[in-house]
């Protein structure tokens, strides 16, 4: 399971709901900068789950202009995470994926060689809860459940997208213990994305 965008106060309650269910994630994150930030990613830390870098700015138009900006980008993101933490990202995910529009090919094969270059591993995710889809707001704990549940149940490997941005509400809070329930009844085993981990990804 990962969680792009926050951390935010959704963020604490879906912490509640992983240490109820014994159940670790992965955390790809932007700059807040707030003590409350901090300290919800002392606490991904302190409970387990992975951090990865997504985006500093997450302005799309800005980072994927060059090589430069984006790797400036997620150097700043990098060391605020390191300096609040004292936890060390290795992953990264896109932000857009892999396959966003304004990430053309040849920046992204000279971004691939410079993440080589420092040992980062980037994930996409190929099962998504739609949460971020125009018509989020509308979608229910039920289509929510449903969207996750049947685009994992038929793989081995599962990477599922959800956001923990304050502005998804309790939707995911909500969704998340009946998802998780529904997956450990299928045999599916919870871990957290790591450099070792099989890698999903659009482009490679």
């Known amino acids: 399971m990962t969680f792009d965008d926050g951390p935010s106060s959704i963020t604490e309650n879906i912490l509640d709901v992983l240490k109820a ?3 670790k994630a992965t955390f790809f994150v932007t700059y807040h900068n ?4 901090i300290r919800r990613l002392r606490r991904i830390v302190r409970e387990n789950h992975a951090i990865g870098l997504h985006s500093y700015t997450h302005r799309y138009e800005e980072i994927y202009s060059s090589v430069e900006s984006f790797v400036n980008d997620i150097d700043k993101l990098n060391s605020y995470i390191v300096n ?10 896109f932000p857009g994926g892999s ?6 090919q040849n920046l992204f094969d000279r971004l691939k060689t410079e993440l080589d270059k420092r040992g980062y591993v980037y994930f996409d995710w190929n099962v998504s809860s739609a949460d971020s889809t125009k018509n ?3 979608l229910s704990v039920g289509e929510i459940v449903g969207n ?20 998804k509400k309790r939707i995911i809070v909500d969704a998340l213990p009946i998802l998780i329930d529904k997956l450990k009844r299928d045999g599916f085993v919870f871990s957290t ?4 981990a099989p890698q999903i990804a659009f482009r490679k």
């Open 136 to 138: 989020a707001t509308s």
């Open 21 to 23: 269910k014994n159940v």
């Open 99 to 104: 396959n966003c529009s304004l990430l053309k």
């Open 34 to 37: 707030d003590a409350d930030a």
């Open 84 to 93: 609040s933490t004292g936890y060390t990202p290795k992953i990264l995910r």
């Open 148 to 167: 996750c549940y049947s685009g994992a149940k038929d793989r081995n490997v599962a990477i599922i997208l959800m956001h923990d941005t304050s502005v």
């Open 193 to 196: 994305l790591s450099t070792e």
